[in-house]
């Protein structure tokens, strides 16, 4: 078979995939550790700026609020503009509305910031995953696009790291260098994506044909051509509404669901760790061990599902992610006035179980929408995926206040376990498929 006979979704990973992997990968751990960091902040400023129960659950749900208008916005402005424009963008959002937080006074200024970076989040994960997957082979594509998720979990990781350590400093208004450490991210990774190409199958859809043979011959070589490309639909402009009656509304209600499910628990933890864990009787340093020990093992869950992604495939995966999982939260609902170690080990093991769903949020969406709804589909996911989430992260001070951790632990696994029933459900299997043959409601 010779190069003029290979589809672009059939060759070897070449150095060009690997870099924009990385530029790709630098956004999600941005991602994560500005989204985490509120998690260090929030109990200082709290004290700080005598913010109640209600202003600390809006600030930190206001990321996620943002997300879900970022994630309408970017798939509108990812089909309309490109993947490109907006892979800029957003880490532009990120260091600005970082840098303004060592100046706010209030709440409301910090909710008006974290809002703004929501909006930059959603973006990233319309144009950041659309963008990768169009470029990578499909024996690739999963594993790279779950490893943004063991990206986000990184970039989480590290803003507990760092933020900690300049709490520790203490500087009077620590947690101000807290919320603008993050801007050092953005800087690097504005520099990093300097030179990246828009993605051929985007401008295929608009009919810019010549310029996506030139960014074709530049990435996979100079006897590639369009004849290279699978064919894919004409460019249509569809409207919310028309999505959803195109056939893929039932797509689009299933990522934004098990997105959801996944993400609801998960962004609760790392809004409320201290009073989460301080509430399971950790304090101190089993708090500090604890952290520690979570945030990890959700990495470690991360990097296993990405290593058995392909030969497991996404439908089991999915559906075993949230099982296992679920059962931990009971566990931990069930055990919650238990000893340390054993609330450390239930909370271990959510964390290690629920890395299947959570690599899958990035590969479902980018598989199950063709070239001229990708964008819009994975906005959709997104959006309606984080309102739950922040519904359920604007509910945890006042949940602890008034039903207590056990019962609040109850709560997040009846979530999960909504996650494992529409999988079981509607979850679909898109391993070893093409982009095209993934996306085709005959699929």
Same mark, same amino acid.
């Given at each position: 078979?010779?190069?003029?006979?290979?589809?672009?979704?059939?060759?070897?990973?070449?150095?060009?995939?690997?870099?924009?992997?990385?530029?790709?990968?630098?956004?999600?751990?941005?991602?994560?550790?500005?989204? *985490?960091?509120?998690?260090?902040?929030?109990?200082?400023?709290?004290?700080?700026?005598?913010?109640?129960?209600?202003?600390?659950?809006?600030?930190?749900?206001?990321?996620?609020?943002?997300?879900?208008?970022?994630?309408?916005?970017?798939?509108?402005?990812?089909?309309?503009?490109?993947?490109?424009?907006?892979?800029?963008?957003?880490?532009?959002?990120?260091?600005?509305?970082?840098?303004?937080?060592?100046?706010?006074?209030?709440?409301?200024?910090?909710?008006?910031?974290?809002?703004?970076?929501?909006?930059?989040?959603?973006?990233?994960?319309? $144009?950041?995953?659309?963008?990768?997957?169009?470029?990578?082979?499909?024996?690739?594509?999963?594993?790279?696009? $779950?490893?943004?998720?063991?990206?986000?979990?990184?970039?989480?990781?590290?803003?507990?790291?760092?933020?900690?350590?300049?709490?520790?400093?203490?500087?009077?208004?620590?947690?101000?260098?807290?919320?603008?450490?993050?801007?050092?991210?953005?800087?690097?990774?504005?520099?990093?994506?300097?030179?990246?190409?828009?993605?051929?199958?985007?401008?295929?859809?608009?009919?810019?044909?010549?310029?996506?043979?030139?960014?074709?011959?530049?990435?996979?070589?100079?006897?590639?051509?369009?004849?290279?490309?699978?064919?894919?639909?004409?460019?249509?402009?569809?409207?919310?509404?028309?999505?959803?009656? *195109?056939?893929?509304?039932?797509?689009?209600?299933?990522?934004?669901?098990?997105?959801?499910? *996944?993400?609801?628990?998960?962004?609760?933890?790392?809004?409320? $760790?201290?009073?989460?864990?301080? $509430?399971?009787?950790?304090?101190?340093?089993?708090?500090?061990?604890?952290?520690?020990?979570?945030?990890?093992?959700?990495?470690?869950?991360?990097?296993?599902?990405?290593?058995?992604?392909?030969?497991?495939?996404?439908?089991?995966?999915?559906?075993?992610?949230?099982?296992?999982?679920?059962?931990?939260?009971?566990?931990?609902?069930?055990?919650?006035?238990?000893?340390?170690?054993?609330?450390?080990?239930?909370?271990?093991?959510?964390?290690?179980?629920?890395?299947?769903?959570?690599?899958?949020?990035?590969?479902?969406?980018?598989?199950?929408?063709?070239?001229?709804?990708?964008?819009?589909?994975?906005?959709?996911?997104?959006?309606?995926?984080?309102?739950?989430?922040?519904?359920?992260?604007?509910?945890?001070?006042?949940?602890?206040?008034?039903?207590?951790?056990?019962?609040?632990?109850?709560?997040?696994?009846?979530?999960?376990?909504?996650?494992?029933?529409?999988?079981?459900?509607?979850?679909?299997?898109?391993?070893?498929?093409?982009?095209?043959?993934?996306?085709?409601?005959?699929?």
């Amino acid at each position: 078979m010779t190069k003029n006979d290979v589809s672009i979704d059939d060759v070897s990973l070449n150095g060009f995939h690997r870099l924009l992997s990385i530029r790709t990968g630098g956004g999600w751990l941005l991602d994560g550790y500005v989204l *985490s960091i509120i998690g260090v902040a929030l109990m200082q400023l709290s004290a700080d700026l005598h913010l109640s129960n209600f202003w600390q659950g809006m600030i930190a749900a206001s990321a996620l609020i943002g997300i879900f208008f970022g994630g309408f916005l970017g798939g509108w402005m990812g089909g309309f503009l490109g993947r490109k424009k907006l892979y800029f963008v957003a880490p532009v959002l990120f260091t600005l509305c970082s840098l303004t937080q060592l100046w706010v006074e209030s709440g409301i200024a910090i909710f008006l910031c974290r809002f703004i970076i929501g909006v930059g989040v959603g973006f990233e994960y319309t $144009a950041g995953g659309s963008l990768l997957a169009e470029f990578l082979p499909k024996q690739a594509r999963g594993p790279r696009l $779950a490893m943004l998720t063991i990206m986000w979990f990184v970039g989480a990781a590290l803003a507990y790291i760092v933020g900690n350590a300049l709490l520790g400093f203490g500087y009077d208004h620590a947690w101000r260098w807290v919320l603008v450490s993050p801007a050092v991210i953005g800087i690097i990774l504005i520099i990093m994506r300097i030179g990246t190409p828009e993605s051929p199958r985007w401008l295929i859809s608009k009919g810019r044909t010549a310029e996506a043979e030139a960014i074709i011959k530049q990435v996979y070589g100079a006897n590639f051509s369009l004849a290279n490309v699978p064919a894919q639909a004409p460019e249509k402009q569809l409207s919310f509404t028309q999505v959803l009656a *195109s056939g893929y509304g039932k797509r689009v209600f299933f990522c934004s669901m098990f997105w959801a499910c *996944s993400v609801i628990p998960v962004f609760a933890v790392y809004a409320f $760790a201290p009073k989460v864990l301080a $509430a399971l009787h950790l304090k101190g340093e089993w708090a500090s061990l604890g952290s520690v020990i979570i945030t990890m093992m959700f990495v470690v869950g991360c990097v296993i599902a990405t290593r058995l992604i392909n030969s497991m495939g996404r439908r089991k995966m999915v559906i075993q992610s949230f099982l296992w999982s679920g059962l931990a939260l009971l566990g931990l609902g069930m055990f919650s006035d238990s000893s340390q170690i054993l609330i450390v080990v239930l909370f271990s093991l959510y964390a290690l179980f629920i890395g299947g769903a959570q690599v899958l949020q990035l590969v479902y969406p980018n598989e199950l929408f063709p070239t001229e709804i990708r964008a819009i589909g994975v906005g959709m996911g997104t959006s309606f995926s984080r309102i739950g989430a922040a519904i359920g992260t604007w509910l945890v001070p006042m949940s602890l206040d008034t039903i207590g951790i056990g019962n609040t632990m109850f709560v997040a696994a009846g979530v999960t376990l909504l996650g494992l029933i529409v999988s079981v459900a509607l979850a679909p299997e898109t391993r070893a498929m093409s982009l095209e043959e993934a996306t085709s409601l005959n699929s």
